[in-house]
């Protein structure tokens, strides 16, 4: 037995899942060559705990936009450490974020902290029933753990069923279904939280230009969840990138290159509900998080990061469509840059998850480390990006030899 599958028999007994994540919970199938655990990373590079190597897309599920162990934001977090991480009143640092932020996310107007994705989307949703008096909301997109999020499983989830009356259901980019529940809820609905991307084909941005315009002619607020999209996609996240202009928006991935911190910003008008009533939490001003920020926001400021993410990712992209054509597999690279994909292209609707498994399957094997979505960091050089497809072709070409052999015996993600 490797010595990671020892540690996680040992973790089951004390932790359930042996992780605190989904997303990081090993999956059974690729027992033989997913890490169980990560021990290092630097730049765009991870070692296991047998120090196997591996080329990093996943980025610790988005955040480390920079890269691991980036030097300037690790030496900006030492020297804070310096000074403390915590006190019992506000650090003067949090005004020097605050102003980053707005500079880089115009409509900020003003900024608050927390630590989560999860946060700052409840807060948001906080801030918009306060103000309109109502209690429905309208969302789409995956939001995180709270309860108004899971109702769909409610109540073996331990959610009260009496949540699904206040929450509603948009599949992503269903113009037509968002447009029913707004009609027909109208002046209950406080809030349409969603997503502005869902990091798939449709990078038209018409979805969320939609719901803008909707909520706009029935005095429902937007809130943008730009966990993944903040901060990544452009400077100033989705809002910029799709030109649109959103009540209240919720960061948290990319702004502090993997340390605890969301944000939630938007309209002053919105924002001073916090001035009435309490949303309180005591770490929400951990100063290293914030040190953190602001050498991250601040290098995106000064450095083509944004472009050099761009540009790594269309080389990705460029790459494969190459390996596509010459495997002879029918796909094309799909997806914005930042965060694309390769999406095989079959008549058999259920093809693509099936090669996709086998595929990330063999990048393990290679040492690439890429879920369904491959995230560029600004650490992943053009030689990190051709090594990669060197890799990726390989384990493509095996996969493809597997996929009539194992068709009928391969198990569906549970994420
Ligand atoms: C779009 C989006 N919103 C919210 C969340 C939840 O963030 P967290 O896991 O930090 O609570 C995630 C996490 O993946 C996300 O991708």
Redesign the pocket.
């Known amino acids: 037995m490797k010595p990671s599958e020892r540690h996680y028999q040992e973790a089951l007994k004390l932790i359930p899942w042996g992780t605190q994540?989904n997303?990081k919970r090993p999956y059974p199938a690729f027992d033989a060559v997913m890490p169980k655990y990560i021990v290092r990373g630097k730049g765009c590079r991870l070692w296991d705990m047998e120090g196997k190597e591996y080329i990093d897309y996943r980025l610790s599920?988005?955040p480390v936009t920079l890269g691991y162990c980036y030097e300037p934001v690790d030496d900006a977090v030492r020297a804070q450490m310096e000074n403390g991480v915590l006190f019992s009143m506000a650090s003067p640092i949090e005004l020097d974020l605050a102003r980053l932020i707005h500079e880089m996310v115009p409509n900020a107007e003003m900024v608050r902290f927390m630590k989560?994705?999860?946060?700052v989307?409840s807060c948001n949703i906080r801030l918009a029933r306060a103000h309109t008096g109502r209690n429905m909301i309208l969302m789409s997109?995956?939001?995180?753990?709270p309860d108004w999020f899971q109702t769909a499983d409610s109540p073996t989830n331990g959610v009260p069923e009496f949540m699904k009356e206040y929450v509603k259901i948009i599949p992503w980019g269903n113009c037509e279904e968002a447009e029913r529940l707004i009609k027909q809820y109208g002046e209950q609905i406080a809030c349409v939280i969603s997503?502005a991307y869902d990091f798939n084909e449709d990078t038209s941005g018409d979805f969320i230009r939609f719901l803008r315009e909707k909520t706009r002619e029935h005095g429902i607020l937007l809130v943008m969840?730009e966990?993944?999209t903040g901060f990544r996609l452009a400077k100033g996240g989705a809002q910029e990138y799709f030109g649109v202009d959103a009540d209240l928006a919720?960061y948290?991935?990319a702004m502090a290159n993997g340390f605890p911190l969301?944000a939630y910003a938007g309209r002053k008008q919105y924002m001073e509900g916090l001035n009435r009533f309490k949303i309180t939490t005591t770490y929400a001003g951990e100063t290293l998080s914030i040190a953190a920020a602001i050498a991250t926001l601040k290098i995106m400021q000064r450095e083509p990061v944004h472009e050099h993410i761009w540009a790594m990712g269309r080389r990705l992209m460029a790459g494969f469509d190459r390996i596509a054509h010459d495997l002879g597999v029918a796909g094309h690279a799909a997806g914005l840059p930042p965060g694309s994909f390769l999406k095989f292209d079959h008549a058999d609707p259920t093809y693509h998850d099936r090669l996709e498994y086998l595929w990330q399957r063999e990048l393990y094997r290679e040492g690439i480390f890429a879920n369904n979505r491959w995230f560029i960091s600004y650490s992943h050089k053009p030689a990190d990006i051709d090594e990669s497809l060197e890799k990726a072709s390989r384990a493509l070409r095996r996969a493809l030899e597997a996929e009539p052999k194992e068709r009928d015996t391969i198990k569906p993600f549970w994420w």
């Open positions: 994540t997303a599920l988005g989560t994705g999860a946060d989307n997109g995956y939001h995180g753990y997503i969840d966990v993944l919720g948290a991935k969301s």
